[in-house]
């Protein structure tokens, strides 16, 4: 069965570093999505990508934040400077045509 | 903007006993997702249900698309069942689509 991979699914990094978390969607899908969960909170929408562009993203996704199709497979979010606040696990997301949404299984990012 | 709750947050059960869980959402949709994460925190999801009922083995899922409600149960709870539970909305906005997520539920099965 098709899935949502994400790399790595632990990633230290000390504040103040880029951090580039990669994601392999589900091949013919079109729709791509970071969302991410802080400790003990709701999961929370990052931004979403369509026709290699971002097509909404939340007031969390400031200029720290950028997502990049490099290739056509890979969809990654990188974070320029990262800060305590940022540790987080992060989650990919992917859709067809359709309305559901498959997951990865995340990346937990910690930021010391 | 939707507002998705879930009820309640916290459930503690006995293997074997009748699980539901709820979720209210604010705007209508089309369909929604019950999604389970498990201590790692990776999320899997369980079913897209846009209306009546799913059946997946012990879990059912339904959805009252008037009401703006639907109901995770599970049936003869297990320990494995133990996770968190999560129902999240789709909202559109010029287009795209995201989904909006209740606060989850975290449910422990005790042996």
């Known amino acids: 069965e098709p899935e949502v991979t994400q790399t790595p699914s632990h990633q230290v990094t000390q504040m103040g570093q880029e951090v580039i978390l990669r994601c392999v969607p589900i091949?013919?899908?079109?729709?791509f999505y970071w969302y991410r969960q802080i400790l003990g909170q709701k999961v929370e929408f990052l931004v979403s990508?369509?026709?290699?562009?971002?097509?909404?993203k939340s007031e969390i996704f400031d200029d720290q934040f950028s997502v990049e199709r490099p290739d056509g497979s890979n969809f990654t979010l990188k974070i320029r400077s990262t800060k305590l606040e940022d540790s987080a696990m992060y989650f990919c997301?992917?859709?067809?045509?359709?309305?559901?949404?498959?997951f990865g299984q995340g990346t937990r990012l910690t930021v010391v | 903007k939707n507002e998705v709750e879930q009820s309640p947050q916290n459930l503690t059960a006995q293997e074997g006993e009748f699980i539901t869980i709820n979720c209210s959402y604010s705007?209508?949709?089309?369909?929604l997702h019950w999604l389970q994460q498990h201590p790692g925190g990776g999320i899997v999801s369980l079913f897209m249900?846009?209306?009546g009922k799913k059946k997946h083995g012990r879990l059912i899922a339904t959805i009252n698309i008037q009401e703006k409600h639907s109901s995770l149960h599970i049936t003869a709870s297990h320990p494995r069942d133990s996770a968190v539970y999560i129902c999240?909305?789709?909202?559109?906005?010029?287009?795209?689509?995201?989904?909006?997520f209740g606060q989850g539920t975290r449910l422990t099965i005790n042996p």
């Open positions: 249900l846009s209306s």
């Open positions: 999240a909305a789709p909202e559109m906005y010029q287009g795209a689509q995201k989904l909006v």
């Open positions: 705007v209508g949709i089309s369909a």
């Open positions: 997301a992917s859709r067809g045509q359709g309305v559901e949404a498959f």
């Open positions: 990508f369509y026709n290699n562009e971002i097509s909404e």
């Open positions: 091949s013919n899908h079109l729709y």
